[in-house]
């Protein structure tokens, strides 16, 4: 049998966290043959909540859950965890300034950060999923410095599933048949959907997406604006955000990084920019990757009209003053 995996969720008793917990738990995250000991965190107001979630864990018996760790301490947390899922965060309430929300936020991925660095298992793999996701990512990477900046990144993956749903409702087909949609940019609402690459399965082959659409006023117009408030248009029916679909998604970030994508698949991630198709370096950005044995990395060479270049110039330009923000929170 494996060695049992440590994941940790942080923000364990928080709604995202309530879906999360069980998909790993049941080996959605990293396979079905994979043990998993789950180490959740949150904060001490949430403690008593955070422990109810362990009881339920306790309670559905899963069988491939080998241990829970639930603690308000971040050492705790982090010792000797393999993969970590950055739930928790500062969210925004009524009538708060942005500089305020990003304030809070930087102070608390600093801290996360150095408790990581300094206690998490060697080549530990960390998702941030909080938001300000991206700006979120780049303070920890930036204070965790021993942790390799290939081991850090953040959820778009969500985004490029809503991309594949809204492509799948559009045409009538199998979301397990459309591939190759992009998310660019940052996780909100300047990132750029991108179906130029994409493809549906069909008995003739593959097609592309924008032949098959064939609506090119929609694919510019209202499907970049869907999934661009999509999070937003889950808020008016629900009341709440999306839950399900984040942890669904984190799941699939996860696995994918860890046991790879198919051949000619890809997917996409907040990853460090390296200065790939001309975004600046020094960002976290969502680019469209491969993963193989472990490692992501950028798709490289897709032809990016002038329409798409705006639009990545765009986002690039609102992650750089999120930077440019974040750094003046910190002091
Ligand atoms: P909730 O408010 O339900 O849960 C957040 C939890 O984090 C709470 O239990 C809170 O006590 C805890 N927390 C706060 N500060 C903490 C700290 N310093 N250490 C540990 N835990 C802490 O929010 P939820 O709906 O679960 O969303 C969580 C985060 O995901 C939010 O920042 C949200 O904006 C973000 N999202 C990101 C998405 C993405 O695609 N990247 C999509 C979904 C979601 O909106």
């Known amino acids: 049998a494996k060695d049992p995996v440590r994941v940790l969720v942080t923000g364990a008793a928080g709604q995202i966290g309530y879906a999360l917990v069980p998909m790993i738990a049941r080996g959605v995250m990293l396979g079905a043959d994979q043990p998993v000991i789950l180490h959740m965190l949150d904060i001490p107001p949430a403690a008593e909540?955070?422990?109810?979630?362990?009881?339920?864990?306790?309670?559905?018996?899963?069988?491939?859950?080998?241990?829970?760790?639930?603690?308000?301490?971040?050492?705790?947390?982090?010792?000797?965890?393999?993969?970590?899922?950055?739930?928790?965060?500062?969210?925004?309430?009524?009538?708060?300034?942005?500089?305020?929300?990003?304030?809070?936020?930087?102070?608390?991925?600093?801290?996360?950060?150095?408790?990581?660095?300094?206690?998490?298992?060697?080549?530990?793999?960390?998702?941030?999923?909080?938001?300000?996701?991206?700006?979120?990512?780049?303070?920890?990477?930036?204070?965790?410095?021993?942790?390799?900046?290939?081991?850090?990144?953040?959820?778009?993956?969500?985004?490029?599933?809503?991309?594949?749903?809204?492509?799948?409702?559009?045409?009538?087909?199998?979301?397990?048949?459309?591939?190759?949609?992009?998310?660019?940019?940052?996780?909100?609402?300047?990132?750029?959907?991108?179906v130029n690459h994409a493809t549906v399965a069909t008995p003739a082959g593959e097609k592309p997406v924008r032949e098959l659409v064939a609506d090119d006023a929609w694919l510019n117009g209202e499907f970049i604006s869907t999934v661009q408030q999509r999070g937003a248009a889950i808020i008016k029916a629900r009341k709440l955000s999306s839950a399900l679909s984040a942890a669904s998604s984190a799941c699939d970030h996860i696995r994918d990084w860890v046991l790879g994508t198919p051949e000619g698949t890809w997917v996409s991630m907040g990853v460090y920019s390296d200065?790939?198709?001309?975004?600046?370096?020094?960002?976290?950005?969502?680019?469209?990757?491969?993963?193989?044995?472990?490692?992501?990395?950028?798709?490289?060479?897709?032809?990016?009209?002038?329409?798409?270049?705006?639009?990545?110039?765009?986002?690039?330009?609102?992650?750089?003053?999120e930077k440019a923000l974040a750094y003046s929170c910190l002091t």
């Open 49 to 194: 909540a955070l422990n109810g979630v362990k009881m339920e864990l306790v309670d559905a018996a899963f069988p491939l859950l080998k241990g829970v760790v639930a603690t308000t301490d971040a050492v705790e947390a982090c010792t000797g965890v393999n993969v970590a899922v950055m739930v928790g965060g500062f969210p925004r309430k009524e009538g708060m300034e942005r500089k305020d929300v990003m304030s809070k936020n930087v102070s608390i991925y600093k801290s996360q950060a150095s408790a990581l660095e300094k206690h998490a298992a060697p080549n530990c793999k960390v998702l941030v999923v909080a938001n300000p996701a991206n700006t979120n990512a780049l303070i920890l990477k930036e204070y965790a410095p021993s942790i390799p900046e290939k081991n850090i990144s953040c959820l778009t993956r969500l985004d490029h599933n809503r991309a594949l749903g809204q492509i799948s409702e559009r045409l009538n087909v199998q979301v397990s048949d459309v591939k190759n949609v992009i998310i660019w940019g940052n996780h909100s609402s300047s990132q750029y959907p991108d």
């Open 275 to 321: 200065g790939s198709y001309n975004v600046p370096a020094g960002l976290i950005y969502s680019f469209p990757v491969a993963c193989k044995n472990g490692e992501w990395s950028i798709v490289q060479g897709l032809p990016i009209d002038e329409f798409s270049r705006k639009k990545l110039d765009a986002t690039a330009e609102e992650l750089s003053e």
